[in-house]
């Protein structure tokens, strides 16, 4: 029954976004009131029945109804309630359906939170919306139903793969979700915007909390996801340029630039066309990363199901929100007039500079991820990995790293070279200083000391902008900045010191023998049989000693019976000066067992960064948000 | 700076941003990308040596030796037609055993054998990676 009105209820959406469509768009040509007064409650109606389809197909996963296909072939009744309910979205229609459920709601939201943009505009983002919608809808009703039953029901399921069996499951893909569709909501904005040729200042303010939150829960999401690969896969690595960490990173640097370009347009009028073009280009990132994930052409842990019906729809899809987009943006952008202009020393000129060095690092990205793919469609098999983003990326990520230091202590409209260099010398003088200590004490390589010192210097450039300001009347958004760019100096700080200082130990130990890594002595003191809810385990005593203190770490080697999988469980401990991980690997048939173990200096400053950089986010949203608020406040009182 | 103008010197920095990315991208590119090759395939075109490369092929039944040190493996991988011999140290993949799939990640020697730094595994049907099914594939209908 819950099956049946879980699907009724996909159905009734996605009519009501065919609706919607219909009625913005026979509202806008005709200009008639009547249409144009029905798309937001329609938009409102639409968000709630596809909350109402997902909260019906969590209802099935909690009560393991097997006749339901996705049931059981991605659940099992012994799994623990947390990964029934996060194993609604651990297959490919569930996680599509909380896809377009949170695209209902976010189209619910513009509808019911937007007030200061002009009407019309609004009424068009709500159909560009709708539009959306409507194409994940057939998707889903027509190639990958989520309520589909089977017959005769089958005693017990499959169970979900132990790899996504974490609680990370519960976190990670719905914020990357919510970032992903947030992007769409500013793309949604964009097409509004040109559709009524009304791109100014009003569309940027609109545009930017939406662009400001998506980009917080993608920051978010792929900081989980970063921390989640880093202990569940047991490689001790944190990032691996897999192409499904870069589907999620291509959004989240065209939303950054995007994020610091219609800052330009909301404060300054520039950057007019610029703007909407990134809002394009980040929607078709997030586009590209659902297609990269979802369509089965890629192998990991979240390509879960080859199908190629289904990659060929999302192509589809693909290329006809792109083309139209594009093709929009082609038709209309003649009509908009250029902006103001500005001195290239200058806020605008840095924020220029820093959108075109994160395209460029998005080209590369976006070019190393689809070259095997294309490689592939002539017949050559090939990878690209870490070696190539690192040598592509870095040099010009570093050089970001400068723009960011300088570039908020640069004034609006034009600047002094001169003044800028006075201003710039206690981050100069911190990153020199950084620079020759390191080599002085603990020579890195060439990358992680460029890394290091820059990190330092940008630590002392970002807090810069707070000297000599009353803190507490310093405004929200600013906080925000300095804190989002002191994140990244400091997750910066992480990735080069775990790739120049890490030390790494693989040996077959016997019980009792001590092995060195890093500051640590480790000794293996026994193994012993575990058992989980749905799991049994090989489970290691390592007692780690440092400075005459001991602690103990139980790293696993875990059995799943449903489906049959083994995975390592390792054993992380962390201090204040970074973490020591630990990975049981096989017995050697002579009494010893392989054991990894890693001692990452600082590595937790990488994740601790990204949390930092999020914070950044939402203190600039309030803060903008409460600035919205006074000034709608002081035109509705006058 | 006349807007015009300035329009036109944003744009052409931004379009001369991008082509120098991409033949960046490009000369990375065409040293980093690893390729994938069959123990057959290292017969047809010689050895690959000198950059990082993806072998892949069934673990040969009876191959997997492991030293005494009891974190090294010697193992041999086959595609049917011809044998790569294979050294890694490392903890292997849960499903690293013999007559199933591998794909590793390395160099080859001058001897025509291979040291692998990451194994990759066969999960389990759903699982196989493409590279190889594809591979295995051709393999067969190379048979006579």
Redesign the interface.
Known sequence: MIAEAGLAALWFAAALAALQLAMAALGLWRGQAEPVAAVRPIAIVQGGLAAVAMAALIALFLASDMSVRLVVENSHAAKPWLYKFAGAWGNHEGSMLLWVTILGLAGGAVAILERRLPERTLIATLGAQAGIALGFYAFLLFASNPFARVSPAPANGLGLNPLLQDPGLAFHPPTLYIGYVGISVAFSFAVGALVTRDVGPAFARAMRPWVLGAWIFLTLGITAGSYWAYYEL?WGGWWFWDPVENASLMPWLAATALLHSVTVLATRDGLR??TVMLAVVAFSMSMIGTFLVRSG?L?SVHAFA?DPERGAFILALLAIYIGGALALFAARIGTVR??????LVSREGGL?VNN??L???L??VL??TL??LV?AGFG??????P??FN??AGP?ALALVVAMAVGPLLRWRRDDAGALLDRLIWPIAAAGFTGAALVVLAPPGVLPLFGLSLAAGLAVASVLPLVGRNLRRTPLFTWGMVVAHLGIAVSLAGMACDSAYTSET???AAVGQPVRVGPYVVKLDGIKPVVGQNWSALEARLSASRDGETMVLRPQ?RYFSD?V????ESAIATEWDGQLYT?L??A???G?W?L?LWWKPFVTLIWFGGVLIALGGALSLVGRWRRERRIAAREAYA | ????H??LT?AL??VA??V???L???S??KD?????YAPADVQRQGLPLGR?V?LGGMVQAGSIR?AP???TVHFVVGDGIATTPVTF????P??FRERSGVVA?GQFNRDGSFTATNLLAK??E??????LA??MHETKTLEP
Do not use: C, N
């Not at chain 1, 250029?338 to 001195?343: L, N």
């Not at chain 1, 050559?380 to 990995?385: A, D, T």
């Not at chain 2, 980093?32 to 994938?36: D, E, G, M, P």
């Open positions: 047991g066309a610029w052409i192998t080859v250029a902006g103001t202009t500005f001195s220029v075109l060095l395209s460029v690092i080209g590369i070019i190393g070259y095997p490689a050559v098999q090939l990878s690209v990995g070696p190539f040598k592509a010009i693989l040996v077959a080697s489906p999988t083994t995975t390592s990975v690997g096989q050697d048939g002579q010893r392989q990894r | 700076m006349k807007a015009k300035q329009r944003l920095l931004g941003a991008v120098a990315a991409a960046l991208a490009m990375a590119l980093q990308a690893s390729f994938f990082a993806r492991r040190d009891g974190v140290a490392g903890i292997t849960d499903l990640e999960h389990d759903k699982y196989m990676p493409p590279e594809g591979k």
